[in-house]
């Protein structure tokens, strides 16, 4: 393949030990760049599973004390005391850079800084398992809104690994070794060529001295 695409010159020569130089950098740099990704990625599936953790366990206590909730009070009554909430929040949603891939930071504000403004109902007529089922999801808000972005950060890091893995193996097992036998091809022809001068011009001084001797003789 070398024979037919590369031409055999001093330039293409220059040119190739160039490219080999940058791709030997570049893939250097990649290497790196994918032990670190490798290395935050880690980090965050660990994260993810501990929040998961917790996000299911607040979640399942919200459950059972909004089952046991049910089971004491009215259906009507339920209802109406969550039917107007109290409290709202604000999502904020931002990103930082790791790595070169923008992965997402989510935060939050409260309407207000009253920590019992999620209670959207007084109490004479509701049990105390709802007021726990509301403080339940109330507290795993933040960690579910935390594993939400520890999940996406890791489906972005993730597809980042690949594509630089990609370029990795592509440099390693392509780029270069094709750049370096092109060098080789280059280099033999080159030789090849001085050789074929350096017969030729020993001929030529031959002919020239023979031709010499002759006409000294004469």
Do not use: G, W
């Given at each position: 393949m070398a024979s037919t695409q590369i031409k055999p010159t001093r330039m293409e020569l220059t040119r190739l030990k160039k490219k080999l130089g940058t791709a030997v950098k570049g893939h250097k740099l990649l290497k790196d760049k994918r032990d670190e990704l490798m290395r935050e990625f880690m980090d965050l599936v660990r994260e993810n599973m501990e929040l998961r953790k917790k996000v299911e366990a607040g979640i399942r206590a919200a459950?059972?004390?909004?089952?046991?909730?049910?089971?004491?009070?009215?259906?009507?009554?339920?209802?109406?005391?969550?039917?107007?909430?109290?409290?709202?929040?604000?999502?904020?949603?931002?990103?930082?850079?790791?790595?070169?891939?923008?992965?997402?930071?989510?935060?939050?504000?409260?309407?207000?800084?009253?920590?019992?403004d999620i209670y959207s109902y007084g109490f004479a007529f509701t049990s105390s398992e709802l007021d726990g089922a509301v403080k339940s999801l109330s507290d795993v808000f933040p960690d579910m809104l935390k594993l939400a972005e520890v999940e996406k950060s890791c489906q972005l890091m993730a597809s980042e690994i690949e594509k630089t893995r990609r370029r990795v193996n592509a440099l390693e097992h392509v780029i270069i070794p094709e750049t370096r036998e092109g060098i080789r091809y280059i280099t033999m022809k080159l030789d090849e060529n001085e050789r074929s001068t350096q017969t030729r011009l020993m001929k030529v001084k031959d002919m020239m001295l023979e031709q010499a001797h002759h006409y000294s003789e004469k």
């Open positions: 459950n059972v004390n909004f089952v046991v909730a049910r089971a004491d009070m009215s259906e009507e009554i339920l209802q109406a005391a969550l039917m107007v909430p109290k409290q709202s929040v604000e999502l904020k949603a931002s990103s930082r850079n790791v790595m070169s891939v923008d992965v997402p930071v989510f935060d939050y504000t409260t309407r207000t800084p009253d920590a019992n």
